[in-house]
């Protein structure tokens, strides 16, 4: 089976240079290493699995001690694939949808995006080569360099990650650098605009709201 990649050219906002937006992969499953491909699926499988268990478990309004079983577990679940996405990256290098398919290279991501700061800082010269190279998706760097920027406490570039006040349960988009041009910057990356991508998001309201919000995160050591 055959997909298509399309890389669009696009003038970064304050540069004269041109970036490749990758949004989808050429691909051809009869070169998969379909051993890989299977070891990552597997992979992906379990990431994803304990994340909807214990979302469901939250929307259920369940007890405590459940959640926290099930927290406990989805962290154990994390080390794991961790240890091994490290093993399979030291031997293979990163391997794209090309190499394993689309979810199988995934895995690789969701993986490193779910481990700690300093795995993620060690990845992210890789994962910036890889989207550079047609190899990931231009809006998975995009959402792993926000969360960096938020565990560093800094404002996040493309608006991607959110949060939520423990005292009113209020949701918020965490602090963003140079919110004027914010949607800019994610048509860049091949993200959609916040309007799209955030319930009852209003730039104006937003930028009215940013000094609470950045008191809250303070305020909570959101990271």
């Not at 960096?148 to 493309?158: D, W």
């Amino acid at each position: 089976m055959r997909h298509f990649l399309f890389l669009t050219f696009v003038a970064l906002s304050g540069s004269h240079l041109a970036q490749a937006q990758v949004t989808s992969f050429n691909i051809d499953s009869s070169k998969f290493d379909t051993s890989l491909m299977a070891t990552l699926d597997s992979i992906y499988n379990k990431d994803q699995s304990t994340r909807i268990a214990y979302i469901k478990a939250k929307q259920r309004n369940e007890s405590t001690a459940l959640l926290d079983s099930l927290n406990s577990n989805m962290r154990s679940i994390d080390v794991q694939n961790l240890q091994k996405v490290n093993a399979i990256i030291k031997k293979h290098g990163w391997l794209g949808p090309q190499k394993v398919g689309v979810q199988a290279s995934q895995a690789l991501f969701l993986v490193i995006q779910h481990a700690d700061l300093k795995t993620q800082e060690y990845y992210l010269p890789m994962i910036r080569a890889a989207e550079k190279n047609g190899e990931t998706l231009s809006s998975n760097l995009a959402i792993f360099e926000d969360r960096i920027c938020m565990r560093t406490g800094k404002k996040q570039i493309y608006g991607s990650q959110g949060f939520t006040d423990k005292e009113t349960g209020n949701k918020y988009i965490y602090p963003v650098i140079d919110v004027d041009n914010l949607d800019k910057r994610r048509e860049t990356m091949g993200m959609p605009p916040m309007q799209e991508y955030s319930k009852g998001w209003d730039l104006e309201k937003y930028k009215k709201e940013l000094p609470k919000i950045e008191e809250i995160v303070k305020r909570e050591n959101i990271k």
